[in-house]
């Protein structure tokens, strides 16, 4: 029911802004960092206040970058870059983030910034020598 009012709110208002989405995105991150600062365990992010929470920042963030315009220039370079990276991140931030706690690292902030750094390079590291080369296959085999 949401996602069908959302298409109507699109479909009425179809113009592309710049800065009104870009402040609503950045404003719908401050509660994934207030939010997670104050938990021990991270199932307790999905759960009650801290879940609603989250996932209303999360819509409004999704809702807000559908009326950003379409990047130019380097920042399209940069977006091209972080779509093709968003599969390996999204299968091995879980594993970085697990080995930065089996390596020691208590402190929330650089624990984050730790497994960030890790998630990105093993991203890299898998989308070229994994990825690129399945891609280059599939093509071949499957003209």
């Known amino acids: 029911m949401a996602g069908a009012l959302l298409a109507a709110v699109f479909q009425r208002y179809p113009a592309k802004a710049l800065i009104w989405p870009a402040l609503v995105m950045l404003a719908s991150l401050a509660p994934f960092l207030l939010i997670y600062t104050e938990t021990d365990h991270p199932i307790e992010l999905l759960l009650g206040w801290r879940g609603l929470a989250l996932t ?52 929330t902030w650089p624990k984050l910034a730790a497994a960030a750094t890790m998630t990105v390079v093993l991203s890299l590291i898998v989308w070229r020598i994994v990825e690129l080369p399945a891609r280059e296959f599939g093509r071949r085999a499957f003209p």
């Open 56 to 107: 209303a920042a999360t819509i409004a963030f999704v809702c807000a970058a559908v009326y950003l315009r379409e990047p130019a220039g380097y920042a399209r370079e940069a977006a091209k870059i972080v779509g093709a990276l968003s599969y390996p991140i999204y299968l091995l931030h879980p594993l970085a983030y697990l080995a930065v706690e089996k390596l020691g690292v208590v402190s």
